[in-house]
């Protein structure tokens, strides 16, 4: 059974601080690492994909992936209100058509 | 920018009624998924589907469920007779096959409100 693991939060950071989210995945053979904002109600909206170790930036989010350690986190710098939402860790195996398996999202709110 | 779209936006049925959800995944795309999401809870994956068959289906697409692409842009999902437990958000999602992208965009989704 292929686990994904979050904090389940909620995480609370003031305006303008770092929010640090992180995940765990039990599958040793995954390959693609996504983290997804989703808002209440609405869908899943991918914001950052990471498929080798390091660290990978986009503006004010930066993913980091450790493969050995099975570690997958996400830092939003300057966080706003706006990023107030659930993120979701996801992750993929293997092959072209492989399915994401979610994690149960940290619900982050950032306070004005 | 390209967009997977979904409707309805919200569906209402009686309990073993049939229902028909319907996507338009991006249309470069070539790979396309529904998951659904049981208020409250995780997103979970049900059906993968890649030329003009499904990849692979999870334990919770059950002879209930099935899926199609009847014409070169619609994707769709339909569960037979519907049962309370089946009251969730559905999502489709769609990727691209380029190499080395594999981002999956997910539609609006639909909610179906199984009574």
């Known amino acids: 059974q292929k686990e994904v693991e979050q904090n389940s939060g909620p995480l609370s950071v003031p305006e303008g601080a770092i929010a640090s989210l992180n995940c765990t995945y039990s599958?040793?053979?995954?390959?693609?690492f996504f983290w997804y904002r989703q808002y209440s109600g609405k869908s899943p909206e991918l914001i950052m994909s990471i498929y080798s170790n390091g660290d990978k930036e986009d503006g004010r989010f930066t993913a980091q992936l450790n493969k050995a350690s099975q570690y997958v986190s996400l830092l939003i710098r300057d966080s706003q209100p706006s990023d107030s939402a659930t993120y979701l860790c996801a992750v993929k195996g293997s092959g072209s058509a492989r399915q994401l398996t979610f994690g149960s999202g940290t619900q982050l709110t950032v306070l004005p | 920018e390209p967009e997977v779209t979904q409707t309805p936006s919200h569906q209402v049925t009686q309990m073993g009624q049939e229902v028909i959800l319907r996507c338009v995944p991006i249309s470069n795309h070539l790979y396309f998924y529904w998951y659904r999401q049981i208020l409250g809870q995780k997103v979970e994956f049900l059906v993968s589907f890649y030329n003009n068959e499904i990849s692979e289906k999870s334990e919770i697409f059950d002879d209930q469920f099935s899926v199609e692409r009847p014409d070169g842009s619609n994707f769709t999902l339909k569960i037979r007779s519907t049962k309370l437990e089946d009251s969730a958000m559905y999502f489709c999602?769609?990727?691209?096959?380029?190499?080395?992208?594999?981002?999956?965009?997910f539609g609006p989704g639909t909610r179906l409100t199984v009574l």
């Open positions: 999602a769609s990727k691209s096959r380029r190499g080395g992208i594999d981002e999956q965009f």
């Open positions: 599958d040793r053979v995954s390959q693609s």
